[in-house]
């Protein structure tokens, strides 16, 4: 063997190790993308929260300074009572009384919103302002 015939066994050799890792690589990022694709799906479903049929569900949704805009009773997937924050006081709608002026009970599903943590209230803080003379 002459040295440029050994230089040329290693830089071949090295190269074909380059693509093998080059490979890897490729085939590892891939999975790390399909892992992080399922992931994401999961927790979105997490998210949905889908109710039992029978629960009662108290959320609230802010507004952009954090005070609530709206609280919403929701029996299973149907919205059965709604309390607005006006400045002027609060509108109530259920589904007795669906529209009061120009707001309307929610006929959104539950499951069809993307509910944080922090959305969730109790029971008794819905009730407490539901059951308030205004």
């Known amino acids: 063997l002459e040295i440029s015939d050994l230089t040329k066994f290693f830089v071949l050799n090295f190269h074909a190790k380059h693509q093998i890792l080059n490979g890897l690589n490729t085939w590892l990022l891939g999975a790390v993308n399909k892992l992080s694709k ?3 799906v999961l927790l979105d479903s997490i998210k949905k929260k889908i109710p039992r049929p029978d629960a009662d569900i108290y959320v609230q949704i802010p507004d952009k300074n954090g005070k609530p805009k709206t609280m919403i009773n929701f029996h299973g997937e149907k919205a059965v009572r709604q309390i607005y924050f006006k400045r002027t006081g609060v509108v109530r709608v259920s589904e007795d009384r669906p529209c009061v002026g120009l707001r309307l ?3 959104r599903k539950f499951s069809s919103s993307f509910w944080e943590y922090d959305n969730f209230i109790e ?3 819905f009730e407490r302002i539901w059951n308030e003379d205004s």
């Open 38 to 40: 399922i992931t994401e």
């Open 123 to 125: 029971k008794d803080e």
């Open 105 to 107: 009970l929610r006929r």
